[in-house]
């Protein structure tokens, strides 16, 4: 399709994306980078054969408090904080809007967090939604919500390893 992933770069024209969403965006511009250079988390952008950014994800590690999962994945798990994915950001330009791209970036994540939990293993992989639009989408892709957080979705490691790496 005339795109290529690329690891977020100082040369990458940041502040030219546009999503629509000004949250997303201005994370893109004035964040990802800092937070990827201090270790704090990697950002991944989609390209187009310009080199302008298409679309882009952000992931890092976190915590739960088991408490703060469903009851029949706590009652399995050490009552203490326990690690999980999680997917930061996800954008894609408006410009793009209407051609999978979230899709393909959706997918790329969850690919890199499979990949990731051969070395680093976690529970879950957790994002926020921005907006009921954003929920509606990530719930097609069988994320859940997080009990008494509207916003908060999940998806289990062996739901990830099921998509990934069918038996």
Do not use: N
Not at 102 to 121: E, I, K, T, V, W
């Amino acid at each position: 399709m005339g795109f290529r992933m690329d690891r977020l770069q100082r040369s990458h024209r940041r502040k030219a994306f546009c999503s629509g969403q000004l949250l997303v965006d201005d994370w893109l511009a004035t964040k990802a980078l800092h937070h990827q250079d201090k270790h704090l988390s990697v950002t991944k952008v989609l390209l187009d054969e310009a080199e302008a950014i298409v679309g882009y994800y952000t992931m890092s590690t976190g915590q739960v408090d088991f408490g703060d999962l469903p009851t029949e994945m706590a009652k399995k798990l050490p009552k203490r904080m326990i690690p999980v994915a999680l997917l930061a950001w996800l954008g894609v330009a408006e410009v793009c809007r209407g051609k999978g791209l979230g899709r393909l970036l959706l997918a790329q994540a969850l690919l890199d967090c499979y990949d990731a939990g051969q070395s680093f293993p976690f529970i879950a992989v957790i994002l926020d939604c921005i907006d009921d639009k954003a929920k509606t989408f990530y719930q097609r892709f069988d994320f859940t919500q997080l009990p008494g957080h509207s916003y908060h979705l999940y998806l289990t490691a062996d739901q990830l390893k099921s998509m990934i790496a069918p038996s």
